[in-house]
């Protein structure tokens, strides 16, 4: 089991930046793939970016163009960068690990985060 603890969160106008940080501890974070996920009130989790163990980083939709995700294994930390954002970012942003290669639903994650809120006025 892995633990995972995000931070950066907070109130940003829309437009602008927020970059967020996800610590992790235990397991082996070299081979999880590592997921970003929101979750806006009343609405489902919904998945934001997933990093392989490998490199590989995909996108939802949405977020192409405007969000970065990034790994450090040396440090056991994965990063979002979040540019250009909209207030329908605006969510409950959490960071899962999984050992499934795709790591592009939530069904595929055990291990989440307490998460860190993203507010966006307009």
């Known amino acids: 089991q892995v633990q995972l603890v995000e931070s950066g969160g907070g109130l940003v106008q829309a437009g602008g930046s927020l970059r967020l940080s996800c610590a992790a501890s235990?397991?082996?974070?070299?081979?999880?793939?590592m997921g970003w996920f929101r979750q806006a009130p009343g609405k489902e989790r919904e998945f934001v970016a997933a990093?392989?163990?490998?490199?590989?980083?995909t996108y939802a939709e949405s977020v192409k163009g405007r969000f970065t995700a990034s790994r450090d294994n040396a440090k056991n930390m994965v990063y979002l960068q979040m540019d250009s954002l909209r207030p329908e970012d605006a969510a409950v942003y959490y960071c899962?690990?999984?050992?499934?290669?795709?790591?592009?639903?939530?069904?595929?994650?055990?291990?989440w985060g307490q998460g860190t809120q993203v507010t966006v006025s307009s």
């Open positions: 235990g397991g082996r974070f070299d081979i999880y793939t």
């Open positions: 899962g690990a999984t050992e499934f290669q795709s790591g592009t639903t939530v069904k595929e994650y055990a291990d």
């Open positions: 990093l392989s163990w490998r490199g590989g980083v």
